[in-house]
């Protein structure tokens, strides 16, 4: 496969450096030249898409029906807080398509098994479904932009895996950010690297990888409100969580519950969009992605009571937290907690320890006033 995103063309900049430029002159966000120059990888993909998608139009594609040269996605890796969301989500509101999707992975992977099921449990028996289903993708979409890229359940990955080598085969172009590096994904299963490591090369080829290695995390340093995240999990500060839940639900919660198909999950205490929860029922629960999802569009505020440090052997529930924290970081929610430690600290050691660094950033981002006065405003 050519790799078409980084060939130079004809125009020197599109809407996707103008933007960047422009939001660095403003002093919206700094000057970073790792971060320019990935802008500039990501501009000139978006150039080559609307040439591709002109050529796809012209009249001479149509009576030939020739397929464009295939085009290479860009995958954005790096440390926590480094500008990859950020990037991503400038080139997919600046690129010149219609049939284009920004969608968080954990979303993604949730559809796609929906899908698959939902024709399994209808009786309809097809030959290939996830190359059906990759068809189906492909014409709904000419960009795919997948925010947090990470993959855990093996055979979850091989169907996801499988089929976005279909799609991408197909011409559908992928742009992603994660903070693991393609050769490294399912790195902390290596039992199942060697079934895995055909679907991670067939994927790899048909991406670009950008590190993005700033010296700084972004999301931190900003004014903390310090009535989100109350250190340590004490009496008092669980008093104090109360006492804030109770103002914002004008003290009239009840018990009540979040539906997922034909289960339900329990709310300790809901009003309106709040709800209370302890750490033990949202992650000492066998509970995941797509109960989380639900949970996120369901409340706009949790409180979550008893967060505790992590040690190593918990690694399931520091894996759900994490899938939690991304949830509701995608959907803006706003957290107020009692924990046993600041987030950098809850877990440092054991079988998701690196991926939770993201998580201790993204927390960190989560209790600035930004954050709370935005989703409370």
């Known amino acids: ?44 993909l978006a150039q080559a898409l609307q040439s591709r998608h002109e050529e796809k139009s012209g009249i001479l594609a149509r009576f030939t029906k020739r397929r464009p040269a295939p085009l290479k996605g860009i995958y954005l890796v790096g440390q926590v807080g480094r500008g ?45 479904p996830v190359r059906e289903l990759a068809q189906k993708v492909h014409e709904q979409n000419d960009l795919l932009c997948f925010d947090e890229f990470q993959i855990n359940d093996m055979s979850d990955a091989v169907l996801v895996l499988r089929l976005l080598d279909m ?55 900003r004014e903390l409100d310090k009535q989100t995240w109350l250190v340590p999990d004490s009496e008092e500060n669980r008093a104090h969580l109360r006492q804030k839940f109770e103002t914002l639900t004008e003290a009239q919660a009840k018990p009540g519950f979040v539906a997922i198909g034909s289960r339900r999950i329990a709310v300790l205490a809901c009003h309106g969009e709040t709800a209370w929860f302890t750490f033990n029922s949202l992650c000492g629960e066998a509970l995941g992605p797509a109960d989380y999802l639900a949970i996120a569009k369901r409340f706009r ?72 006065h935005e989703v409370e405003g």
């Open 301 to 372: 505020t949790l409180f979550i009571e008893g967060v505790p440090a992590l040690v190593p052997d918990q690694y399931d529930k520091a894996r759900r937290f994490i899938t939690l924290i991304d949830v509701m970081y995608e959907n803006h929610t706003a957290l107020f907690a009692t924990a046993a430690a600041e987030p950098e600290a809850l877990y440092q050691t054991g079988e998701n320890a690196t991926a939770f660094e993201r998580t201790a950033s993204r927390l960190d981002e989560m209790r600035s006033n930004g954050w709370v």
């Open 84 to 128: 990859k969301t950020m990037l991503m989500d400038l080139f997919c509101r600046e690129v010149g398509l219609a049939k284009k999707r920004r969608i968080h992975f954990h979303v993604f992977m949730q559809e796609v098994l929906r899908a698959l099921h939902k024709g399994q449990s209808q009786g309809d028996r097809k030959q290939d």
């Open 167 to 221: 799609v991408m085969e197909l011409g559908t172009v992928v742009v992603a950010t994660s903070n693991t590096a393609p050769p490294d994904l399912m790195k902390h299963q290596p039992q199942n690297r060697m079934t895995m490591r055909p679907f991670l090369e067939a994927f790899a080829a048909h991406i670009t990888v950008l590190t993005l290695d700033s010296a700084r995390d972004y999301r931190r340093g």
């Open 1 to 44: 496969m050519s790799d078409m995103s980084l060939a130079p063309l004809h125009s020197t900049q599109s809407g996707v450096m103008r933007t960047y430029r422009r939001l660095v002159d403003q002093g919206t966000i700094e000057a970073d030249a790792v971060q320019s120059d990935a802008a500039m990888a990501l501009d000139r």
